[in-house]
Every structure is written in C-alpha cells, then in structure tokens.
C-alpha cells in the first residue's frame, strides 16, 4: 500500500502530520462530516455499533476516537466504560466538552495515545471500536496487531472505514463528489485545503475489501465479516480474537 501523507512538502512522518492536520480542522470536523456526507455518517456509526449488540461489551476501547461520536453511539449498549484514544489533542478536546456537556465522565475517558503502541495490557477490552481511523494508521499491520494483543479471547473488533464503489454509476458520482466537490468544500470551511485532498487520497489508497479482512486474518482475527453501506461507499469490518 502507498503511504499517503497529508502534507507533501515536509519530511515529518505520517503520524505526525496526521495529528497536525487534526488539529488544525478539529473546530470543523463535525459540521463538515455531517453536511458533506448529507447526515449518513450518523446511520453508518448506528449500523456498525449494532454489529456489537450481541456481544454486551463491558469495556470498550474506540480507537482514533476523534471528537467521540463512534464512542457516544457505543454508549447505547450500555457498556460500564468507553476509553477513547486519538492522537490529536484538538479533536479530543472537542471529545472533552461533549464528555462534560453530557456529564458522562463515570462512563467515556478520553487520552491521547497511538494506534500501534496502545498503552494498556494484554487481553484487557470486550471490544475495540475504530471508525473512519484505519486507513490514518501509519503502519496498518502493526495497529492491527496491537488492536489484537489488547482484546480479550473472544473478544470483537468493529471497524467503520470508507470504500470505494465499484459499480456505475455510483463509482463515477463518487469519484466526481470525492476528488472535485468535497476539497473545494473542505477548503471553504476548514481553512485546510490539503486536510480534504488528503480524504479521497487515503480512502484510494487504503486496501478495502477483501484485501482488509485478509490483513485482519493474518493478524489472528477469525468469523471475519465486511458489510457495504450505501452502494459500497463504506464498509462495516468484524473480526473476533
């Protein structure tokens, strides 16, 4: 898989340009993910937390938790505590004000902390959460591995990432609406115009599909499972430890 980056003239790695491009769009984050994708990230995150009903998770860990949404839709199951981890403070200070608005600080902790170094024991969570935050991992393979040492045996992993359609002429429409129509957006309220280059290009280079469950088969997960949402513009993943 290519490394795509979202900042091209600077030597930094991609995980620190990633925390940077966070926290640079954090204040617009929400308001540009619920109008550019006309609300229906709202019912992806409903459908990929319902993909963990059955398994009544008592601890949770959401993974590139952002400004927590995924994590607060979790909340729905009544889990007895989310912990949520970014690597950008921006975004987990918007986490914070909606932990405190909502006076949830008993159930949902927010800290900063990377992907492929989880800083927790082995055989710890119920369930690991990560949505739109896969394809920003810098090594794929190595989140995914500690995603899997952090689990309990029996454990459930739920991912919610963007796919690419492959039929007309939803392929086209997406690919017209992603590369031309979302970065003029993304630059007109974001005042970071590389932040939403930077979307389409990961989402193109990040190997969705059968590609992805294979990655989480090798990494030991197994009942492995990929779900298309709307047309196959994104897709729920499962896999159990």
């Avoid at 009544?78 to 949520?84: D, S």
């Avoid at 914070?96 to 710890?124: A, H, M, Y």
């Avoid at 599909?209 to 492995?224: N, R, S």
Wanted: aromatic share 12%.
């Amino acid at each position: 898989m290519n490394e795509i980056r979202p900042y091209l003239h600077t030597e930094s790695s991609k995980k620190e340009q990633v925390a940077t491009m966070f926290d640079k769009i954090a204040h617009s984050y929400d308001f540009l993910n619920h109008f550019l994708s006309l609300g229906i990230d709202k019912i992806w995150r409903k459908k990929a937390i319902r993909e963990l009903a059955d398994a009544k998770p008592k601890l949770i860990l959401d993974v590139a938790t952002g400004t927590g949404d995924f994590a607060l839709e979790a909340l729905k199951l009544n889990p007895e505590k989310i912990i949520g981890i970014d690597i950008s403070n921006g975004m987990l200070d918007i986490a914070r004000k909606k932990i405190i608005t909502k006076q949830l600080n008993e159930l949902f902790e927010v800290r900063l902390g990377d992907s492929e170094q989880l800083d927790f024991e082995s055989n710890k969570f119920d369930a690991v959460t990560v949505s739109f935050g896969v394809r920003n991992f810098e090594n794929l393979q190595k989140g995914i591995s500690e995603i899997f040492r952090v689990l309990k045996p029996g454990g459930k992993l739920i991912v919610l990432e963007f796919s690419r359609p492959k039929k007309f002429p939803v392929k086209q429409a997406y690919n017209f609406y992603f590369f031309s129509i979302l970065p003029l957006f993304g630059k007109l309220f974001s005042k970071d115009q590389r932040a939403y280059n930077y979307l389409p290009e990961s989402v193109a280079a990040f190997p969705d599909g059968d590609a992805f469950t294979a990655i989480l088969i090798q990494e030991g997960f197994h009942h492995t499972t990929n779900k298309t949402l709307t047309f196959g513009i994104s897709s729920i993943y499962t896999g159990i430890k």
